[in-house]
């Protein structure tokens, strides 16, 4: 027979009215298929009982010394920790929520963020990407070079003393 057809169409039929053999009286496939096969019924059969067991079933009252015992175990396991460094981080990245990193992983994230936008921005300042052309750089060196600037004083002086002279004459 093809019971793995109807393997996952059992669990519907676990409420269905059953006829005295236990086999549903729905109008399905599944549930004709139940009816002639023994081995579907047996296992629709102990999923009802299951069931109601299940339904039957009650939890048990909590013991009024449950908090203060949970909370004696927990300082003893806690106070049991690992000797080791790597043996105490290790156990706290294994065991315990990350909700307590992710402010320090923001801080991490946002210094990192800072660094890196910093020396992105001190990297573009210092290599500007406009070069100065030959002419002004000679002007600017002529702008520093203190002899440079004398002997051009003395050319003027002279060249304006020669004029005075052709003039006279």
Known sequence: MDCKK????????IDAPS???????????????????PECLTELNGMRATFAAMSDWTAP??????D?????????????????F?????????FT???QLRP???????????????????FVHLHPSVQASATVQDLQLLDTDATALQQIDQLVD????????????
């Open 6 to 13: 109807y393997e996952t169409e059992i669990l519907d039929l």
């Open 19 to 37: 006829g005295p053999n236990g086999a549903p009286l729905a109008d399905h496939a599944a549930a004709r298929h139940i009816a002639g096969c």
């Open 61 to 66: 009252e909590i013991s009024p010394w449950f």
């Open 68 to 84: 203060g015992k949970l909370a004696a175990r927990l300082r003893e396991a806690q106070q049991a920790q690992p000797e080791g």
């Open 86 to 94: 790597f043996a105490r981080l290790r156990s706290r990245f294994l």
């Open 97 to 99: 929520s990350n909700l």
């Open 104 to 122: 320090i992983m923001a801080g991490a994230m946002a210094i990192m963020l800072a660094v890196g936008g910093g020396g992105y921005a001190s």
């Open 158 to 169: 002279d060249n304006s003393t020669d004029d005075g002279n052709d003039s006279a004459s």
